[in-house]
């Protein structure tokens, strides 16, 4: 099937959809994001990278090891249409699902890491060193739980129905979900 722009963009709006509504696509779409920017990552690296946007317990609490396992069939076939292999190295220091012939990090992925890392001011490391562990731990929770009360407020103000505790969810959903 021939997928022109228009029709490309609908397919997106499909998928972006059924991501939000089916957790099993959810899990699918994190994974392959993931192992698209990142190399070498063991089964628990994984589960654990998308539990984080998904939430704990995404693959299940029972048969979680063959909820992971057939995801990454269907995930592998994805790579393979686009013509990349995904493979399991053994490896000491190289282990986990890579793609073959790929860097480490993919490209976009480094442009990334490079630009956050251009914005640091040395000074505010050299204050945030004099900090102690607990206070440090303290300021990047009251960073996260305001952001995400913003994005909850902002929430509330569009759809005024919601209650507090669905906004908040919501806002954690956008903040972890691809």
């Given at each position: 099937m ?9 397919v997106?709006?499909?998928l ?19 192992l698209?920017?990142?190399r070498y ?6 589960i ?6 998904l ?6 609490t ?8 057939r ?7 994805a ?9 399991y190295?053994r ?6 699902y ?8 993919s ?6 890491v490079?630009?956050s890392?251009a914005?640091?001011d040395q000074?505010?490391i050299?204050?945030?060193?004099q900090?102690?562990?607990a206070?440090?731990?303290?300021q990047?929770s009251?960073?996260?739980?305001t952001?995400?009360n913003v994005?909850?407020?902002r929430?509330?103000q569009?759809?005024p129905?919601?209650?507090?505790q669905e906004a908040?969810r919501?806002?954690l ?6």
């Open positions: 021939v997928i022109t722009s228009l029709s490309r963009k609908s997106e709006i499909i972006h959809d059924a991501i939000r509504r089916d957790i099993t696509t959810a899990r699918r779409a994190a994974l392959l994001q993931i698209w920017n990142e990552l063991t089964r628990a690296q994984l654990t990278r998308v539990e984080y946007r939430g704990r317990n995404c693959f299940g029972f048969a979680w090891e063959d909820t992971f396992y995801d990454m069939r269907v995930v592998k076939q790579f393979q249409v686009a013509d990349s292999l995904l493979e190295s490896n000491k220091g190289e282990a986990g890579y793609l073959r012939g790929q860097p480490a990090l490209l976009e992925f480094k442009q990334l490079k630009a890392a914005e640091v000074r505010q050299d204050i945030y060193r900090l102690s562990p206070s440090r731990f303290r990047g009251a960073i996260s739980d952001a995400r994005v909850a407020y929430i509330r569009e759809n129905e919601l209650t507090p908040n919501m806002a959903q956008r903040a972890y979900m691809p």
